[in-house]
């Protein structure tokens, strides 16, 4: 998984868990690997210069729980690698919200 997001950039994986407990270890330990890592980013794949800054974190890996009373209102635009119980996998939540951010893009 984390391979494949480290090669593809704009790639993002999403690991489906039973628990919340294994969600919440899962990310800490995620974030601990991933501490450090640089990806290309896409701007310098392009070869174009933008005259927008780049954010901070544009060439790190984000690594984000979803889980049930987690108080983050991240959403699927927001991270690279998705850490989720079953309940917030289920279609009418993550998966959905995937599903449109990837109908507006051109």
């Not at 896409?42 to 800054?53: F, I, L, Q, T, Y």
């Not at 991240?74 to 079953?86: F, K, L, R, S, Y």
Request: with cysteine.
């Amino acid at each position: 998984m984390l391979k494949e997001v480290l090669k593809e950039p704009g790639s993002k994986a999403l690991l489906v868990l039973p628990y919340v407990a294994l969600v919440q270890e899962k990310v800490r330990w995620l974030r601990n690997v991933v501490d450090g890592l640089k990806r290309p980013s896409r701007s310098s794949e392009d070869g174009m210069v933008s005259r927008w800054r780049r954010r901070a974190d544009e060439d790190v890996i984000r690594v984000v729980g979803f889980f049930g009373g987690s108080k983050i209102k991240a959403t699927w635009a927001d991270c690279e690698i998705g850490i989720c119980t079953i309940e917030k996998a289920s279609p009418a939540f993550l998966l959905s919200s995937y599903l449109k951010s990837q109908r507006y893009q051109v």
